[in-house]
């Protein structure tokens, strides 16, 4: 479909319903071998005809999903990419609070990999653009890209699938005693 023409709102509330069913489906079963279209289509109210209009099959659905939720998350993320540090604390909190809103669903796309792959990107993009922007090397810091990266996609994932009672300004208060301060090459064992 081409950009310059608005979608038919028929087509956008059936793209949402059928969106809408398939978490609905991922949140009982939990496991994604057992969805079919028809349990789709049934779900939404909607038949398949209906379905394939939209999508090429289920795994389509599903990236079309995912790359939903990650569009909003980058948009989320941006303010993080600022270097000033003044109100990093708060924009650490907004951009997990939109994690905290899309909690349900991001628990269930984490287990389809295309997600957690990208939001592992997205994220060491963003520390790559913090890095840059405050002028810093590699070398200046002890802990790797991708380790500190990996760091801060644990405690989402855990977060969202495990500690869900903590809040957003919480979690962001942990990052940043983990992460915020300079490190001065003492170890942290772990407590």
Do not use: C
Not at 63 to 88: F, M, T
Not at 98 to 105: A, E, H, N, Q, V
Not at 143 to 167: H, P
């Amino acid at each position: 479909m081409s950009n310059s023409k608005k979608e038919d709102p028929r087509a956008i509330r059936s793209k949402r319903m059928f969106k809408e069913a398939i978490v609905s489906l991922m949140l009982e079963e939990r496991s994604l071998s057992h969805l079919t279209v028809q349990k789709i289509a049934s779900r939404a109210e909607l038949n398949r005809a209906t379905f394939y209009l939209h999508f090429e099959d289920v795994s389509d659905l599903l990236r079309q999903l995912a790359d939903e939720v990650l569009n909003g998350l980058s948009e989320k993320i941006q303010p993080l990419e600022q270097s000033d540090p003044g109100d990093e604390q708060e924009r650490l909190t907004v951009f997990l609070d939109s994690i905290y809103d899309k909690r349900k669903l991001l628990a269930v796309l984490f287990d389809s990999k295309s997600l957690e792959t990208n939001l592992f990107h997205l994220l060491k993009t963003l520390i790559e653009t913090r890095r840059w922007n405050k002028r810093l090397d590699r070398s200046s810091h002890p802990v790797a890209l991708e380790i500190r990266t990996a760091s801060i996609m644990g405690i989402i994932m855990w977060w969202i699938r495990d500690g869900i009672q903590f809040s957003p300004a919480y979690i962001a208060d942990q990052i940043t005693l983990l992460f915020g301060r300079k490190q001065e090459g003492e170890s942290s064992g772990g407590r």
